[in-house]
Each structure stands twice: as C-alpha cells, then as structure tokens.
C-alpha cells in the first residue's frame, strides 16, 4: 500500500491535490494533512512533494493562491481551484477511474 507521494502512481499527486483544494481554501500543511486524515493515515505527503506539485498546478492555472494567516497566527500561502482547474479535476477523475477499472481487469483475469 503506498504511503508516500513517490509510491503514488505518477500524476497521482496531483488529482490529489486537486481533490483536497476543491474541499475549500487550504495551506500547503492542510493539503498535506487532509491527505494524511482522509486516507486513515496511509499518504504522507512531504514538502518535497507537495510544494513542486502546487507549483505544476500554479502554472498550468488549475489553483491560485494568496497569502493569509493560519490557525495559529502564522502567515501561510492559501490556494483555491479555479474553473479551469475544477474542469481538470473532473478530466482527472475520469481518467483514474478508467485506469483503476483496467488495473482490476487484468488482476480479476483468469
């Protein structure tokens, strides 16, 4: 069972990251802990992971971001989807479900 960014499928991270932004504004450590949480512990998502990928999502236009203070008072970069990357998030969903349905194929075949 993966449990770090690098044991995701590739491109993985990034649906993921989608996913947990279209919850609602989150910082960086959000992101990384509503992964964490919601997966019951299984994906841990180190910076070294997560801050390239925000960038990735950054520059294709799928999430913008502004500064903001944090829960405990600290300045923090929040990012939110945009409709672009609302339409990608629903392209990437799509496509993982194809890809996990021919993975379940081949390991349900005879």
């Known amino acids: 069972m ?22 609602g504004r989150k910082h960086g450590y959000g992101i990384a802990e509503h992964l964490r949480h919601t997966s019951d512990d299984v994906l841990h998502v180190g910076e070294s992971s997560l801050y390239p990928a925000l960038q990735r999502l950054l520059l294709e236009g799928w999430v913008k971001a502004e500064w903001g203070v944090s829960e405990n008072n600290r300045r923090a ?25 021919a993975i379940q194929r081949v390991l349900a075949h005879d």
């Open 77 to 101: 970069r929040y990012y939110t989807l945009t409709a672009a990357g609302r339409r990608q998030l629903a392209t990437e969903r799509q496509d993982f479900t194809h890809m996990v349905a």
């Open 2 to 23: 993966p449990n770090r960014a690098a044991d995701l499928l590739p491109g993985t991270l990034d649906l993921l990251v989608l996913e947990a932004i279209a919850r």
